[in-house]
């Protein structure tokens, strides 16, 4: 069984532009989650969807970043425009139910100079 | 503002010695724990969950749970060079996962 996939590993943007993320959870499940890792800091929920909608977005730091879901599959995240402290590894995970474990992929390192 | 906290290490322990990784948490109403490992520039890898007061083992490793004291542990026995990584802690409430920073284990041939 595939895990989850991130497009692309490592992005690297100056300030003002525009980056999209995607992730591709594991086949079936309903629940997908974006996490943020901040050098030296712990990782952090960002958001959360049931299929295509969104459940919780409490920790998405502001209107530059943008998730969507269409159609419960993949998933994007955009930040634009992109500030210095966007820097950081996005995370992706799916859980089939919203009880269940998480499963993380391999991140997605942004850098914003 | 929720916390989860974790000694950051570094913890050496010899090969074949039991590590011990300890993680406290804020919240009373939390009701899912889980340990992950993460290996360097690698995603983190679910290890253990468990959701109920006691010990819950699977191979060489054990959780153990304590709600009142807002205590979670691993125990990694008969530690092997291949669990060299940090270790996360994460305390499930809703929807919601709260991480700690991680303690990096290194265990020494």
């Known amino acids: 069984e595939a895990g989850v996939t991130q497009f692309p590993s490592h992005s690297v943007i100056e300030k003002g532009q525009t980056v999209t993320l995607r992730c591709d959870p594991i086949?079936?499940?309903?629940?997908l989650y974006w996490y943020r890792r901040v050098m030296g800091k712990e990782i952090k929920f960002l958001l959360h969807?049931?299929?295509?909608?969104?459940?919780?977005e409490s920790g998405m730091p502001n209107n530059r970043f943008l998730a969507e879901r269409t159609g419960g599959t993949y998933s994007t995240l955009k930040v634009q425009p992109a500030e210095l402290e966007d820097s950081g590894v996005y995370f992706c995970?799916?859980?089939?139910?919203?009880?269940?474990?998480?499963?993380f992929g391999p991140g997605t390192r942004l850098t914003v100079t | 503002q929720k916390e989860v906290e974790q000694n950051s290490g570094p913890l050496s322990v010899p090969e074949g010695a039991i590590a011990s990784l300890n993680c406290t948490y804020s919240?009373?109403?939390?009701?899912?724990f889980f340990w992950y490992r993460q290996y360097s520039g690698k995603s983190p890898e679910l290890i253990m969950s468990i959701y109920s007061n006691g010990d819950k083992e699977d191979g060489r490793f054990t959780a153990q749970l304590n709600k009142a004291s807002q205590y979670v542990s691993l125990l990694i026995r008969d530690s092997q060079p291949s669990d060299s990584a940090t270790y996360l802690c994460a305390v499930k409430e809703s929807n919601q996962f709260y991480f700690g920073t991680g303690t990096s284990l290194t265990v020494i041939p």
């Open positions: 995970a799916s859980s089939q139910v919203p009880r269940g474990e998480q499963y």
């Open positions: 086949s079936g499940h309903d629940n």
């Open positions: 919240d009373r109403v939390s009701q899912s």
């Open positions: 969807f049931v299929k295509e909608s969104k459940q919780d």
